[in-house]
């Protein structure tokens, strides 16, 4: 019994997997099946659409009412197939752009220890053109320059091209001008003295004042062509003075200048020197003098004038003080019609840099005007520069003067306190007419007329030192 059940199973199990394959070989050729009729129905659709679209063509393309329309298109579509390159390029071109820059500074590849260059420009105008963003990207760069090349080129003139650099490879840039006549001349070496400018005086307080400098050295080589030496007149040091109040050393600049004052180009060796620089405060203590205008209206004079300060201490340089010994106060008498107080500024004389006081009160009181005449005045003479000999056809060497002010005033007044002149700056020789002048006293006080107001004088050609400027004529 046991030798018929291994006979059995080995049979069973065949038998399964036969069924097996035959199950799976069914199972593909379904599928096989469907996927043969998927494609026969997507056929089936391309071939309705392709018939539709077809169609749709034929109702276009024959119909008398698109035929302009479809002849259109077609000559579009030849006109861009044929002329490809030629839109290619217009497309093309419409993204191109240029931009001018102007004022480039111009820089120069020379040996500037042995040469001095003269005719190339200080800046020059580039044209970048590219693509619009590269263009713009270019022209704010701040590596871009132009550039000149001296570099080997002997002593002499020479056409030299200008390049540029640091703008990009990407972009085509034009410089104006493109070229330049340059000459190199070798330099030589001159030695000028230094003098000096103070600078930024304003900005020092007006009662200072800067002393003559000391310099470390006086003299200094100066570098340059022969013809640029040529042109130098001076070497000035330039000294700041700025809120300068004491003493005090710097290391000023050195400048070349020729002899109209304007700046020389050339190599100062060494360009700074050192100064050392006193400052003072020099004043003076001068009287305050009245300078009266016009007359007193309504028959009246001025009878006194009171000063609130007789004295002002002035500021500035000493040998601007030496010469001065009063400053002035202007009074106009015409506007006065009664005593007053009067506030009136000080003048400052020329180089005077500052008063101790700005302002001066007079106190003015008026009386009633009188006259009287002063006779005898001795008439002088000015400006006989020639030292001509002269005498008067009368015999007459003097004049009388009407003084007029109060009666206090005029009491004063004598025959050599008042000046009268004639000026023989223009005399020749002969007998001619001058005007009759009188000097008018400042203080206005009192006023002097002329009864007479020419003189005759017969003028000789020799010359004689007693007649010279101030001296009285004298009739022979």
């Known amino acids: 019994m046991n030798k018929t059940v291994k006979t059995t199973e080995p049979k069973q199990k065949k038998n399964r997997t036969s069924a097996s394959k035959t199950e799976q070989a069914n199972k593909i050729g379904r599928q096989s099946q469907k996927m043969s009729e998927s494609y026969e129905k997507m056929e089936l659709m391309l071939a309705k659409i392709i018939r539709i679209f077809s169609t749709f063509l034929d109702r276009v393309l024959f119909n008398n009412r698109h035929s302009k329309l479809v002849a259109l298109v077609l000559a579009l579509l030849m006109y861009v197939g044929v002329n490809y390159s030629s839109v290619q390029s217009i497309y093309t071109s419409t993204l191109r752009s240029s931009r001018s820059v102007s004022d480039v500074p111009v820089m120069m590849n020379v040996n500037s220890d042995t040469f001095e ?133 710097q290391n000023a600049r050195l400048v070349a200048y020729d002899s109209n004052g304007n700046p020389v180009n050339a190599d100062i060796i060494p360009n700074e020197v050192h100064v050392v620089v006193p400052v003072t405060n020099p004043s003076k203590s001068v009287p305050v003098n009245v300078q009266v205008s016009g007359e007193v209206p309504d028959g009246k004079a001025i009878s006194s004038i009171t000063l609130d300060q007789q004295t002002v201490t002035i500021y500035g340089s000493e040998s601007v003080l030496a010469d001065i010994d009063n400053i002035t106060v202007t009074l106009d008498a015409s506007a006065l019609t009664k005593d007053a107080t009067v506030l009136r500024p000080v003048s400052l004389p020329s180089g005077v840099s500052s008063v101790s006081v700005s302002q001066i009160t007079m106190n003015v009181t008026l009386g009633k005007s009188t006259t009287k005449t002063i006779d005898s005045v001795p008439i002088h003479v000015k400006n006989n520069v020639n030292h001509y000999k002269a005498s008067q056809p009368d015999n007459i060497t003097t004049v009388s003067v009407e003084v007029s002010g109060t009666e206090d005033n005029i009491a004063t007044v004598s025959a050599d306190m008042i000046n009268v002149y004639i000026d023989m700056k223009d005399a020749t020789p002969g007998l001619q007419t001058f005007e009759l002048k009188v000097e008018q006293p400042t203080n206005g006080l009192v006023s002097y007329k002329l009864k007479d107001s020419t003189y005759s004088l017969n003028v000789l050609g020799e010359t004689d030192d007693s007649a010279a400027e101030g001296g009285t004529i004298n009739n022979e």
């Open 117 to 249: 260059v003269s005719g190339v420009p200080a800046t020059a105008n580039i044209t970048i053109t590219g693509d619009a963003t590269t263009v713009t990207t270019a022209a704010n760069s701040k590596e871009g320059k132009v550039l000149v090349d001296l570099d080997g080129l002997p002593e002499g003139t020479h056409e030299v091209r200008l390049t540029t650099d640091g703008y990009g490879s990407n972009v085509n840039v034009v410089v104006d001008p493109s070229t330049v006549v340059v000459t190199l001349s070798r330099k030589v070496t001159k030695q000028f003295d230094i003098s000096y400018d103070f600078i930024n005086q304003s900005r020092m307080e007006d009662i200072y004042s800067p002393g003559t400098p000391v310099f470390d050295y006086t003299k200094v080589n100066v570098r340059a062509s022969s013809k640029t030496l040529d042109s130098i007149a001076f070497v000035k040091a330039l000294i700041d003075v700025s809120d300068q109040t004491s003493d005090f050393e």
